[in-house]
């Protein structure tokens, strides 16, 4: 029903930026809420940044002020916009979507983010 693709991940030093994208395709209207979420090696998945249809966001608290997350609805494409990166944002970020922004429906393969000290 629906696809994200996410891409722009990669390994940078610290204090560095990236931007993450993610493509979505399929039935887009069931996409109430989209958000990035990220897993590193021995933890679990964790939520990052979320933004819903009308716009409102909300960031994990290690995030906040660095990360910054937004959307464009006529590309059905989510943006991730990462400053200050530090090795703490290691990991595999996932986009995804659903009707409910706690309890997501689809989800993108990843795309890995490494930051070296």
């Known amino acids: 029903q629906v696809q994200l693709v996410e891409s722009g991940g990669g390994s940078v030093q610290a204090g560095g930026s990236l931007r993450l994208s993610c493509a979505a395709s399929?039935?887009?209207?069931?996409?109430?809420?989209m958000g990035w979420f990220r897993q590193a090696p021995g933890k679990e998945r964790e939520g990052v940044a979320v933004i819903d249809s009308d716009g409102r966001t909300s960031y994990a608290d290690s995030v906040k002020g660095r990360f910054t997350i937004s959307k464009d609805n006529a590309k059905n494409t989510l943006y991730l916009q990462m400053n200050s990166l530090t090795p703490e944002d290691t990991g595999m970020y996932y986009c995804a979507s659903g009707l409910d922004c706690l309890d997501m429906d689809y989800w993108g393969q990843g795309t890995q983010v490494t930051v070296s000290s």
């Open positions: 399929g039935n887009t209207y069931s996409m109430y809420c």
